[in-house]
């Protein structure tokens, strides 16, 4: 069945349900993990300096070089925690008996995760699914969409769970004890 599985992960409960689906799986079927991070300026954490780089730079001089020291700095400490990620979640899959090796890409998130599939050899890959706003889709693209139709092998698009909505004042449940007295 699936022998290789690339796992795509990142630090939000999205990427650790992607793991859990993805842990799960390789463990019935014997398979072994490739756990990829894609560093990529459309992801939030991401240290971002548009408008200081490019034809349309804020500062036609350039870019100081303390600037760019600190930008350096930020940057490699964007990729260290997403190291750190993949470190902590190959010893959990490595405790469960599962073989797991980590991959770090850098770009764009659909198009690195099919070139790593592809080099890593890879019979499947899962990803969650962030369910953007049909406007957000359409400018910023779908990282799922473009796997389910890029990828070099199968795609397991996991569905985010829906959270349980809180409970509002109108609606809490009154309970009534033996002794007459009223919880709220």
Request: with cysteine; hydrophobic share 40%.
């Amino acid at each position: 069945m699936f022998h290789k599985i690339l796992v795509a992960v990142d630090r939000s409960p999205m990427g650790k349900q992607v793991f859990a689906e993805a842990l799960s799986l390789a463990r019935s079927v014997g398979a072994s993990l490739v756990l990829v991070n894609i560093l990529s300026l459309e992801e939030e954490e991401c240290p971002n300096m548009p408008a200081l780089m490019g034809p349309n730079a804020a500062y036609p001089g350039g870019i100081s070089s303390s600037v760019m020291e600190i930008y350096q700095e930020l940057w490699q400490s964007y990729a260290e925690r997403g190291l750190r990620l993949l470190r902590s979640l190959a010893e959990e899959a490595a405790t469960a008996g599962v073989p797991t090796e980590i991959l770090q890409g850098i770009g764009s998130p659909g198009s690195t995760l099919c070139e790593l599939a592809q080099t890593a050899g890879a019979d499947l890959i899962v990803m969650g699914r962030r369910q953007h706003s049909r406007l957000n889709e359409l400018l910023l693209g779908s990282t799922s969409n473009y796997a389910l139709h890029h990828a070099p092998c199968s795609v397991l698009v996991v569905q985010g769970r829906p959270s349980p909505s809180p409970v509002h004042a109108s609606e809490q449940v009154t309970s009534v004890t033996q002794e007459g007295g009223v919880l709220t």
